[in-house]
């Protein structure tokens, strides 16, 4: 169930190193979002270490990093100052089980439904999302206790360290492949830093990361219904956002690597690490798209970076906590940089005026959601979007064509698909007193294909009735036939014989 995926020594080093690599960015991360989550710095360290191990393990798409995430911490924040933190644990344990349930169901597929558009919009607004993250290490606490941006020598050391990271990211692999540029970078510029005696903020400054191992703890919440009823509706939700960030990144590594994950084993693998998480309280988590695009760009392509990263990040809170301390902020944060621009799709502005109008929209519209509220709540907005617009474009298309056949039957044939979208035009191409007696509706080129459908034809029937008029429905697929049958006494449908076809005769009185 398991492998390493690594069969030669280079490819072992650079799954070390690029775990490494990771490793050293999730630090900061996880720290930032155990405080926007409103819980101890630890609980999102114990998080990233945990679900990143366990996903890497039982997930189905090698190479991608998984940690606590922003997506998931926004939607934690109401429960922990509500309810304390105990009660979070619960919830991603029972966040895990959801997971894990939607990976048994199979249901990790329907992330197919995806329109490129909303993927794109996905895309580009995560990364004008981290990009805005970093902003807030460009600031410093006031003395009247509030934010204000760095200004003089500050700005430019802060700045200048930011430059010369992304510049060492850059300029290294042309150079050589044989080390990975991003952990070389920070290398390198800390080691300056240090070195220089600047005076720049740290990782320390944030918060200490040292600690202990993780250890089993229940959550110590009441087992009631009292307690699942709070939390419940957090539970689906960060189930939800958890599984839609993770499949979305998938998806595109899937496209960076030329490799396909597996979305349902995903699914599984989500769940035992947020189930595992919440039992050695851990804050939960999800797949981070900035560190898999910085494991993949450094190297990481197999499950063993994911869990060396992993493991790295657990020594660093063990042993190595006053090295990682003393890492200048502005490092990772040109390390962040580096990945904001990796993973905009800039080729989507290019399009833009080459793509329908539609598209264009809904690519902006899914951008700005995922700036503005979370990225769950984009790619919905994005989807319902995308099926209005195909229900809208897709009506327009029904028609039919009529001609009088051998027997002096009046023959309609439909083109297009009968669907709620579609009906009110579909009546109005009928007129029952301007046809003969016997009528027959050609669906050969049409489907029922719903409710407002079947309504459509009672309504048309009842009109040729009311004008003392027959009509048939003829060439209906057996999935139509079944759905009038299934409709009961809204249609009556009889199946008449036929030596060139099937007839549908409506015999509604």
Request: aromatic share 8%; proline share 4%; glycine share 10%.
């Amino acid at each position: 169930m398991f492998q390493l995926g690594c069969a030669s020594r280079v490819c072992f080093k650079n799954e070390i190193l690029s775990g490494l690599t990771v490793a050293l960015a999730l630090v900061p991360e996880a720290v930032a979002f155990a405080f926007v989550a409103g819980v101890e710095p630890l609980v999102g360290l114990y998080a990233a270490f945990m679900v990143g191990l366990l996903a890497a393990i039982f997930g189905g798409r090698p190479g991608m990093i998984s940690g606590a995430t922003g997506a998931m911490a926004v939607v934690m924040v109401a429960l922990v100052a509500e309810h304390g933190v105990e009660y979070l644990f619960a919830a991603v344990v029972l966040t895990g089980l959801f997971q894990m349930g939607t990976g048994v169901l199979r249901l990790g597929k329907f992330i197919r439904i995806v329109p490129h558009p909303v993927m794109l919009g996905f895309v580009n607004g995560l990364a004008i999302v981290i990009f805005l993250a970093q902003l807030q290490h460009f600031q410093v606490a006031s003395p009247e206790g509030t934010k204000e941006w760095l200004s003089g020598e500050p700005l430019v050391v802060f700045a200048g360290l930011v430059i010369l990271t992304m510049l060492i990211i850059y300029v290294l692999p042309r150079i050589t492949g044989a080390f990975p540029a991003a952990l070389a970078a920070i290398i390198t510029v800390s080691l300056l830093a240090l070195g220089l005696d600047l005076d720049t903020v740290t990782v320390g400054n944030l918060a200490s990361i040292k600690g202990g191992l993780p250890s089993f703890h229940l959550p110590a919440v009441p087992f009631n219904f009292e307690t699942l009823m709070i939390i419940l509706p957090y539970a689906l939700i960060l189930a939800a956002v958890g599984l839609i960030e993770s499949l979305l990144t998938m998806s595109l590594i899937d496209e960076v690597t030329g490799t396909r994950g597996r979305g349902n084993r995903e699914c599984m693998g989500q769940g035992i690490a947020n189930t595992v998480t919440g039992l050695f309280g851990g804050m939960g988590g999800c797949a981070m798209i900035g560190q898999s695009m910085i494991n993949v760009n450094s190297g990481g392509r197999q499950r063993l970076s994911g869990v060396a990263a992993a493991l790295f990040l657990l020594m660093f809170i063990l042993f190595a906590s006053p090295l990682i301390e003393r890492i200048p902020m502005a490092v990772l944060v040109g390390v962040m940089f580096v990945v904001v621009l990796a993973t905009f799709e800039w080729s989507s502005l290019r399009i833009m005026g080459k793509i329908p109008a539609t598209d264009a929209f809904i690519l902006i519209l899914v951008s700005a959601v995922t700036v503005f509220t979370d990225l769950a709540i984009a790619v919905v907005v994005g989807v319902i979007v995308s099926a209005l617009v195909f229900a809208w474009e897709h009506a327009k298309h029904i028609n039919i064509t009529s001609y009088d056949d051998e027997q002096g039957s009046r023959v309609h044939e439909l083109n297009g698909p009968l669907f709620f979208g579609s009906v009110k035009n579909f009546l109005e191409l009928f007129s029952p007193a301007d046809d003969p007696d016997d009528v027959i509706i050609e669906f050969q080129n049409s489907r029922v294909a719903d409710h407002s459908a079947i309504e459509a034809i009672d309504t048309l029937a009842e009109r040729y009735i009311r004008a003392g008029k027959t009509l048939h429905l003829r060439h209906l697929s057996e999935e139509c036939r079944q759905l009038l049958r299934k409709a009961g006494d809204l249609v009556e449908v009889n199946v008449m014989e036929d030596p060139r076809y099937h007839v549908a005769d409506d015999q509604i009185a």
